[in-house]
């Protein structure tokens, strides 16, 4: 079992930048994908940001060139930079831990990012 938490949500108005935690704890085992995920009022959940336990990267045409997706493994914790927020990048922003073997996923509590206009 993994527990995952996140960390550093917030108000911030267009143009600005935040940085997302996530703080993995517990059986990470390899190989994984760990990912932000983020949901929107009235929307479904969708994929910002992955990194594989390998370190390659995969990002949401929406955010690509805004978002820097990275990890410290010594911290076991995941970064999501946000760059040139737009206030349609408001949502409550989901940390993902899925061990590839199995595929069963651990999912954090979420953070909410509110970009004003």
């Known amino acids: 079992q993994v527990q995952l938490v996140e960390s550093g949500g917030g108000l911030v108005q267009s143009g600005g930048s935040l940085r997302l935690s996530c703080a993995a704890s517990?059986?990470?085992?390899?190989?994984?994908?760990m990912g932000w995920y983020r949901q929107a009022p009235g929307k479904q959940r969708e994929l910002v940001a992955s990194?594989?336990?390998?370190?390659?990267?995969n990002y949401a045409d929406s955010v690509l060139g805004r978002f820097t997706i990275s990890r410290d493994n010594a911290k076991n914790t995941m970064y999501l930079q946000m760059n040139s927020l737009k206030p349609e990048d408001t949502a409550v922003y989901y940390c993902?831990?899925?061990?590839?073997?199995?595929?069963?996923?651990?999912w954090g509590q979420g953070t909410q990012v509110t970009v004003s206009s």
């Open positions: 993902n831990y899925r061990w590839l073997i199995t595929t069963r996923d651990s």
């Open positions: 990194i594989m336990s390998g370190g390659s990267t």
């Open positions: 517990g059986s990470i085992n390899s190989p994984y994908v």
